[in-house]
């Protein structure tokens, strides 16, 4: 069945840096463009971060820019996210999905990053 792993969170200082990864397994991540999302406490979840299939584009939201790169493995069947001059906004549990993932679609387990000022 399809699972999504995301590791790589922490307790950071703001100005540093983290690498999240996410292993997919249960289906073939070639086929999908695939986002990072996020979910700050008492706050909805947010898509943060996109890329395409076969990484020819990105997206990400305005406050990321310039900050965060995600990129992809396909043959790992893994995404990943840079995460550079980490600010205390940026904390909240990171999720990796599809792009276009709904509140009803399988979700895993996330990973928390927390940015101390």
């Known amino acids: 069945q399809v699972q999504l792993v995301e590791s790589g969170g922490g307790l950071m200082q703001a100005g540093g840096s983290l690498t999240l990864s996410c292993a997919a397994s249960?289906?073939?991540?070639?086929?999908?463009?695939m986002a990072w999302y996020r979910q700050a406490p008492g706050l909805q979840r947010e898509l943060v971060a996109h890329?395409?299939?076969?990484?020819?584009?990105?997206g990400y939201i305005d406050s990321v820019k310039g900050r965060f790169t995600i990129s992809r493995d396909n043959a790992k069947n893994t995404v990943y996210l840079q995460m550079n001059s980490l600010k205390p906004e940026d904390t909240a549990v990171y999720y990796c999905?599809?792009?276009?993932?709904?509140?009803?679609?399988?979700w895993g387990q996330g990973t928390q990053v927390t940015v101390s000022s």
């Open positions: 890329v395409s299939s076969e990484s020819r584009t990105t």
């Open positions: 249960g289906f073939t991540l070639d086929y999908y463009r």
């Open positions: 999905n599809k792009a276009g993932a709904g509140m009803d679609d399988y």
